[in-house]
């Protein structure tokens, strides 16, 4: 905090820095103060921080619902791996024909 920097202006700021505006939460609906990795198959209600209140934004299904909506993951998040390289049919030294 600076010396010629007014208590509201700093208080303001820091609270910018802490909770930004457009920060997502997800809380299970019902059960506001369980932790949000408990019960994962109950639905959630995702919320937006609009600077001033917590907005509701959208409902999920559960919790990797809710998870794919605030780390914004398109579709079921899972990524293809790409296919293996053909394998040779070669014998080893070791190996008897």
Do not use: C, F
Not at 18 to 35: M, S, T, W
Not at 75 to 80: A, E, L, M, N, T
Request: aromatic share 6%.
């Amino acid at each position: 905090m600076d010396e010629d920097e007014p208590l509201e202006t700093w208080a303001a700021r820091r609270e910018e820095r802490l909770r930004p505006v457009g920060r997502l939460k997800a809380a299970i609906i019902g059960h506001e103060d369980a932790p949000s990795h408990l019960h994962q198959h109950l639905p959630r209600l995702v919320s937006r921080w609009d600077g001033y209140q917590w907005v509701p934004e959208a409902i999920a299904d559960n919790y990797a619902a809710a998870q794919r909506i605030l780390h914004g993951i398109e579709g079921d998040g899972v990524i293809p791996l790409p296919p293996a390289p053909p394998r040779k049919n070669r014998i080893g030294k070791h190996r008897k024909p």
